[in-house]
């Protein structure tokens, strides 16, 4: 099915990232130092499981092959196995993919995979089991290498693992990354650290280009691969000596922008056209009857006339995000 979702600048939208909650149990220095710390009305309400059988079905009729669940912490819904197979009750949706700390992986990852969910990424910012708990307040990092484990056991036949790359922190274990892949079937992805609203500290002081990484593969005699129409926006590199793929993903690189395919709906029921875009569009009166799905999807493709060219981190500008948690990063 072609896409019915296309912007001003013929960008064409496959892959819809769906935050189901912003609360997480890590505290990330790089998003959620402090913990989370709940926001906005007292009375806020994250999208229910009927919302979001209806919001799925909308960007399924709009031509939408991929999903992503994000928060947050996804896993911490309690219903996270009935949304999982909600989703999937679009035969379109040919992708079903959740982003996780992995810290319940171990216990939950065979349910999750038998609800529908067809793929994983996990994040792991340090190989280090003193520097994990360091970055992510929680020590937690067997764990959630057991959890790897379990999903290469329950029949996952690729993991995504994100690492969010900062200077004088994790970059110095390049090689023992690599080490880690060699004979594993995970596409390791360093995340370059970007700018928010809480992190310009953090950000000045750790920042890293990814084309730094990207230099050193290329010496490597690593390639780049082909790119498919609902894949992220990572550039992906492979080598015949290894079982595993390196991806970067660099915001700030030249042209980020104008292979842009994924929108974002938050836990609340937003549609973001960028993560460093500014308030969203409201979806959420449009999600309460069936009834509603033609005027759903007619927002939701309308909406698509706001979308700018590119963001504007050069500039320093974050828009209203101030943590990656806010909309599902």
Sequence with gaps: MLS???????????YLRLSITDVCNFRCTYCLPEGYQPSGAPTKRFLSLDEIRRVSRAFAALGTEKVRLTGG???LRRDFVEILAAIRENPSIKTLAVTTNGYRLARDVAVWRDAGLTALNVSVDSLDARQFHAITGQDKFHQVMAGIDAAFDCGFAKVKVNTVLMRDVNDHQLNAFLHWIKDRPIQLRFIELMETGEGRALFARHHL?????RDKLLAQGWQLAPRGRSDGPAQVFRHDDYQGEI???MPYEKDFCLSCNRLRVSAVG???LCLFGEQGIPLRDLLAEDSQMDDLAQRIAGGLSLKKQTHFLHDGNSGITQNLSFIGG
């Excluded at 979702?5 to 496959?14: Q, S």
């Design 270 to 272: 937003n549609l973001h």
């Design 247 to 249: 991806g970067l993903i």
């Design 4 to 14: 019915q979702l296309t912007d001003a600048f013929a960008r064409k939208f496959y």
């Design 73 to 75: 912490e996804p896993s």
């Design 209 to 213: 280009p990814g084309t730094v990484i």
